[in-house]
């Protein structure tokens, strides 16, 4: 049962930008922090943003998303967003969707590529 899925992925030019959603049930987005995070060729996978539980939810970023990627949630959808602009092409990885931390729930994963 997949109780994660992403979408939005795609390929795209340096210095543009994508969204990627990622969409839940209700009570997974109310009882979980949810993240982003990606996975490149050969390397670990590690943090892009993640979003707290609660009516006002703080977010945190990695260095390298910092000012560029922001991430939200939507309850009215239950809906999350990773809003990407200003794309590298080290930006290229595969993006997941995680709810509860490492140890939680994973989406299947979208292919984000951006050339140069």
């Known amino acids: 049962q997949v109780q994660l899925v992403e979408s939005g992925g795609g390929s795209v030019q340096a210095g543009g930008s994508l969204r990627l959603s990622c969409a839940a049930s209700?009570?997974?987005?109310?009882?979980?922090?949810m993240g982003w995070y990606r996975q490149a060729p050969g390397k670990q996978r590690e943090a892009v943003a993640r979003?707290?539980?609660?009516?006002?939810?703080?977010?945190i970023y990695a260095d390298s998303a910092e000012g560029r990627f922001t991430i939200s949630k939507d309850m009215t959808n239950n809906t999350v967003y990773l809003q990407m602009n200003s794309l590298k092409p080290e930006d290229t990885a595969v993006y997941y969707c995680?709810?509860?931390?490492?140890?939680?729930?994973w989406g299947q994963g979208t292919q984000v590529t951006v050339s140069s």
């Open positions: 209700r009570s997974i987005l109310v009882n979980n922090g």
């Open positions: 979003i707290s539980t609660g009516i006002n939810p703080l977010t």
């Open positions: 995680s709810a509860g931390g490492p140890s939680g729930l």
